[in-house]
């Protein structure tokens, strides 16, 4: 079956808008009853196309820039409300799940996301972009990377985990691309495998691009090697180990120059900026495993009421349940019929192709 994934925003007026692929480096596409589900937490932020999230990029960030505390509201109000949203989310009955209890866990989840963004990430966000903004009005428009540099967090928990999969994959390139029984548990293969017990110890939940419908890597060892292998096919100057050598480096240089210049006036409110700035990488590092344990846990309640669904014919296997709409799944849940086995398949293959497809990093706008 061969099918073309269309990348036009689905209505006229979104297009007055520039809209930014969320997840860039990582983007991913979501079946049905996700992408929805994603979209509605978001709201008037985000829009779906070709199964694709994509963010407003043209609003203003909100909140009073350089207001401190966005670490604080943090860890003491958000990441426990995140916790016990993964938890309520692992305690759903599949059988007594209806619509509105459906509809009250994604408003509980939608003012969780909503909190986050306007009380954390946007004032974060909207310091870190008026620092950028101030470093290269100074130092020039060519140093915004260096500017970045004094911002992120280095090492971040996406960087720790990029770095043991390019271990394993260099491994696994030293070795024709095969780690078997032929070399013996000796060599390669066990090295290999003390990784792998690494990386699954300490990133048991990542997922692609916050994927619902994918196992992580606690669940399916698949899937680190899908991983491995796209980093063995890369050239050794793509390390991500020797990526963050030289943002250190680029780093420590900027901090140098900073302190250089330290007695210009607009030198010294740079300064004064930079740890407020700096919040906003503290914090996505900070709710990066939250997330992904929320993610866990959505995706084990998804797959509890397919297989529920299973048991009352609406649908073939547990994972169709992510090929639902929501209010398809409303209706099965109430005793309905599902849409079908052809529809399923249709929207599987739909879905595959989006998958091939290479989404526009931008949309809208003028």
Known sequence: ??????????????????W????????????????????????EHAVVVGGYLYERADTPANGEHG??????RLHNEWLPRVEELASALGEVDPAALDGDALTALIERWRE?????????????RGTADAFVAGFVARFGDDRRSAARSLIDAIPSRASRRAAVVWE?????????????????????????MQLRQRAQRDFPHAVPGYRQDVPSWSED?????????QAAAMPDA??????????????????????????????????????????????LDALAEPTVRLIAAARAMWLGVGAWLVAGGAVAEPADVFYLHRG???TALHGGDGPGSGSIRERRAAHAASEEATPPATLGGA
Do not use: K, W
Not at 67 to 72: T, Y
Not at 112 to 124: E, F, I, K, T, Y
Not at 221 to 229: F, G, I, L
């Open 168 to 192: 394993m994959s260099r491994l696994l390139r030293s070795q024709g691309s095969r780690l078997s029984a032929t070399f013996g548990p000796t060599g390669g293969q066990r090295e290999y």
């Open 1 to 18: 079956m061969s099918t073309e994934v269309s990348f036009e925003l689905p209505e006229a007026a979104l297009a007055a808008h520039r």
């Open 328 to 330: 398809e799944l409303v």
């Open 221 to 229: 060892h698949a899937m680190v090697t899908s991983a491995v292998r």
């Open 112 to 124: 969780v996301a909503a909190g986050l963004r306007d009380d954390v990430l946007d004032p974060a």
């Open 20 to 43: 930014r692929l969320a997840c860039e480096g990582d983007a991913q596409p979501h079946p049905p009853l996700i992408a929805e589900l994603y979209a509605d937490l978001l709201g």
């Open 238 to 283: 793509a390390s991500p180990i020797q990526a963050e050598q030289r943002r250190r480096a680029e780093r420590n240089a900027a901090q140098a120059e900073l302190a250089a210049s330290a007695t210009e006036p607009r030198v010294a409110a740079l300064m004064a900026q930079l740890p407020g700035a700096q919040e906003h990488a503290l914090a």
């Open 67 to 72: 207001a401190p505390g966005a670490l604080d």
